[in-house]
């Protein structure tokens, strides 16, 4: 197979989909071939190995936790910013039947812990949202919306974990239960503040 020019960027993201999909360790080279339609030297040549295209796939989703950091900063009270951010991740988990839930929460129960490098970059992950949500409660704080006497790192990191336990909760369950059970997440987070 011969493919003269490709952005390494587009492939990358084509193999994060792969690796969401299946996870690191069940995704094969050929797996990565077939979906990115590169020959194995192409991958080879770009990225060294699967693990170094894993890495680049990975450094390639932050662009959604960026995403969701820049909806956090956005005007309006710290509970309807919250609000906002969980009920788009409902509605992902919701409209797709077979959605793959965060690769960053899949990647960290699948590697975390156990590949420094890998570890690491989940690690900056949850920071970007973490420090986005800390401002989005000082901010609240500020405001009058929520109670000074809380930790703005602690109900940042408490929302970090419910957007983990969004996804998870998204696709634990069969359609029937999942948008009850993930409204009730939301108003019990948001209720929270």
């Not at 960290?108 to 420090?131: I, K, Y």
């Amino acid at each position: 197979m011969h493919t003269p020019h490709f952005h390494p960027d587009d492939a990358a993201d084509t193999a994060m989909r792969v690796f969401w999909q299946k996870g690191y360790a069940a995704t094969s080279i050929q797996d990565l071939v077939d979906a990115t339609g590169l020959s194995r030297s192409s991958l080879y040549n770009t990225f060294e190995s699967k693990y170094g295209l894993f890495q680049h796939a990975l450094r390639r989703y932050r662009g959604q936790t960026l995403r969701n950091a820049v909806l956090l900063a956005e005007d309006g009270s710290a509970q309807a910013r919250v609000r906002v951010l969980l009920q788009g991740i409902a509605e992902e988990e919701l409209r797709d039947g077979n959605t793959c839930g965060c690769l960053v929460a899949n990647t960290a129960l699948e590697m975390g812990g156990r590949d420094p490098t890998v570890t690491t970059m989940l690690g900056e992950h949850f920071a970007t949202l973490e420090t986005a949500l800390t401002a989005l409660m000082q901010r609240g704080q500020q405001r009058g919306e929520i109670a000074r006497e809380k930790s703005p790192v602690a109900l940042a990191r408490f929302l970090v974990a419910t957007v983990q336990g969004l996804r998870v909760m998204g696709r634990g369950h069969v359609d029937a239960d999942r948008a009850a059970r993930l409204d009730d997440i939301i108003d019990t987070a948001v209720s929270a503040l």
